[in-house]
């Protein structure tokens, strides 16, 4: 397939007219003068190199399957997003390292046990807080003022990306149903985002990694789907679907590449980033299917009790400590009973503090919590239950219930 680069001129490149605000960052970032990267892959390489990033890999992307080594996991599927994501863009003429960049930070906002460690959270959030948990969201406040990276200075500092990054982060909600796709042509304050897929993404670039991740989970989650055995006896409706007979023949590159080539063929600077009729209804007709025997299944929802009951409880622990003046005094308190949960999350939001000694721990980032407020207070615990893997949430569980 010999590339047309039908889009070059709509790339986030410098002849962009809206490139400074693409490139904008709430401060300058420090520079080197033998730094060989662009602005973007220095956004590139501060992701993969923070904590949260890391984390991914063992963090559940549908299937709750920790010791299963074969079966997709958060970090996989940005990986996936990634390469679909760079084949589309260069393809297309539009900038590969920004789409890089957004593709393996898009996810960085996931709780962890997936989607269903969301959907708790929300309801945790809504009773607290009055408003939802949502992890697009939660990815953004994560770059802006969780994710700490050190400087040249070794000082901690706030991850400073750029806003192309920041807003495809926010605005790539891979729940979308109509068929065509383009940039919103308006600048917005990100933080006038109040619920997922309110806005189109600001670049092409962006555009392009919010279909990605479509055609990423939808055709995986069969792939795994068949590995765990809970697709046996969906054979006949798999060969009506994708005409194939046989269980073995179904992979991810023989759905992946025909909707990555027909997406590539179809879109235009005029009808957006688009599939043919006939692909976008199989997109969707697999979509369907993953939710009736997929996410819909016994074998998904027979776990999230005990997600519950992990996150709940790790959650109740925290914040029956909150008291206006002795907060952390009923932490140290309950340091003997838990010490790995409160040493974890007190080394966690003393970093966003301003009781902390912050010039000995070197820290130059944004406070982001005042915890003598009670709201303060639950922002954080969601913020430090959200950034838990898996096999970390399970094990302060039990801490909490063993003796």
Same mark, same amino acid.
């Given at each position: 397939?010999?590339?047309?680069?039908?889009?070059?001129?709509?790339?986030?490149?410098?002849?962009?007219?809206?490139?400074?605000?693409?490139?904008?960052?709430?401060?300058?970032?420090?520079?080197?003068?033998?730094?060989?990267?662009?602005?973007?892959?220095?956004?590139?390489?501060?992701?993969?190199?923070?904590?949260?990033?890391?984390?991914?890999?063992?963090?559940?992307?549908?299937?709750?399957?920790?010791?299963?080594?074969?079966?997709?996991?958060?970090?996989?599927?940005?990986?996936?997003?990634?390469?679909?994501?760079?084949?589309?863009?260069?393809?297309?003429?539009?900038?590969?390292?920004?789409?890089?960049?957004?593709?393996?930070?898009?996810?960085?906002?996931?709780?962890?046990?997936?989607?269903?460690?969301?959907?708790?959270?929300?309801?945790?959030?809504?009773?607290?807080?009055?408003?939802?948990?949502?992890?697009?969201?939660?990815?953004?406040?994560?770059?802006?003022?969780?994710?700490?990276?050190?400087?040249?200075?070794?000082?901690?500092?706030?991850?400073?990306?750029?806003?192309?990054?920041?807003?495809?982060?926010?605005?790539?909600?891979?729940?979308?149903?109509?068929?065509?796709?383009?940039?919103?042509?308006?600048?917005i304050d990100l933080k006038d985002y109040t619920k997922p897929n309110q806005?189109?993404?600001?670049?092409?670039?962006?555009?392009?990694?919010?279909?990605?991740?479509?055609?990423?989970?939808?055709?995986?989650?069969?792939?795994?789907?068949?590995?765990?055995?809970?697709?046996?006896?969906?054979?006949?409706?798999?060969?009506?679907?994708?005409?194939?007979?046989?269980?073995?023949?179904?992979?991810?590159?023989?759905?992946?590449?025909?909707?990555?080539?027909?997406?590539?063929?179809?879109?235009?600077?005029?009808?957006?980033?688009?599939?043919?009729?006939?692909?976008? +209804? %199989?997109? #969707?007709?697999?979509?369907?299917?993953?939710?009736?025997?997929?996410? @819909?299944? /016994?074998? &998904?929802? *027979?776990?999230?009790?005990?997600?519950?009951?992990?996150?709940?409880?790790?959650?109740?622990?925290?914040?029956?400590?909150?008291?206006?003046?002795?907060?952390?005094? +009923? %932490?140290? #308190?309950?340091?003997?009973?838990?010490?790995?949960?409160?040493?974890? @999350?007190? /080394?966690? &939001?003393? *970093?966003?503090?301003?009781?902390?000694?912050?010039?000995?721990?070197?820290?130059?980032?944004?406070?982001?919590?005042?915890?003598?407020?009670?709201?303060?207070?639950?922002?954080?615990?969601?913020?430090?239950?959200?950034?838990?893997?898996?096999?970390?949430?399970?094990?302060?569980?039990?801490?909490?219930?063993?003796?």
């Amino acid at each position: 397939m010999n590339s047309t680069k039908k889009f070059a001129k709509y790339a986030a490149t410098p002849n962009n007219p809206n490139w400074e605000i693409i490139i904008s960052r709430a401060k300058p970032l420090y520079q080197r003068d033998t730094d060989l990267r662009d602005i973007f892959e220095r956004d590139y390489n501060r992701i993969i190199n923070s904590t949260a990033y890391r984390r991914l890999k063992h963090k559940t992307q549908v299937f709750f399957s920790p010791d299963n080594d074969h079966i997709c996991t958060r970090i996989e599927h940005v990986t996936h997003v990634d390469s679909i994501s760079h084949t589309i863009a260069q393809y297309l003429g539009l900038n590969t390292n920004l789409t890089h960049a957004i593709a393996v930070a898009h996810d960085l906002g996931h709780s962890p046990f997936g989607h269903a460690g969301e959907k708790i959270l929300s309801t945790i959030s809504m009773r607290d807080l009055g408003f939802s948990f949502w992890h697009e969201k939660n990815g953004l406040d994560f770059v802006d003022f969780i994710e700490l990276l050190e400087d040249s200075d070794n000082c901690k500092q706030n991850m400073n990306l750029t806003y192309g990054v920041r807003d495809g982060i926010i605005s790539h909600c891979g729940e979308i149903d109509e068929n065509s796709l383009k940039p919103r042509t308006e600048f917005i304050d990100l933080k006038d985002y109040t619920k997922p897929n309110q806005f189109a993404p600001y670049t092409w670039e962006g555009c392009v990694v919010k279909i990605s991740d479509k055609i990423s989970y939808v055709c995986r989650d069969i792939e795994d789907g068949i590995t765990l055995g809970i697709l046996n006896d969906c054979t006949n409706e798999l060969h009506n679907l994708l005409g194939i007979d046989s269980l073995k023949n179904i992979n991810n590159t023989n759905v992946i590449n025909g909707l990555i080539y027909n997406l590539c063929m179809n879109s235009s600077f005029d009808n957006g980033l688009c599939f043919s009729d006939d692909a976008f +209804n %199989l997109l #969707n007709k697999i979509k369907d299917f993953n939710y009736k025997h997929i996410y @819909f299944s /016994n074998k &998904i929802r *027979n776990s999230v009790p005990y997600f519950e009951l992990v996150i709940n409880k790790i959650y109740d622990i925290l914040y029956d400590c909150f008291d206006e003046k002795s907060t952390l005094q +009923n %932490l140290y #308190n309950l340091k003997h009973s838990y010490p790995k949960l409160i040493t974890s @999350f007190y /080394n966690f &939001i003393e *970093n966003y503090c301003s009781f902390a000694d912050r010039n000995k721990l070197k820290l130059n980032n944004t406070i982001v919590f005042d915890i003598s407020k009670k709201d303060d207070f639950c922002k954080a615990l969601l913020s430090y239950i959200s950034g838990m893997t898996d096999n970390f949430a399970i094990d302060i569980y039990n801490e909490i219930i063993r003796f």
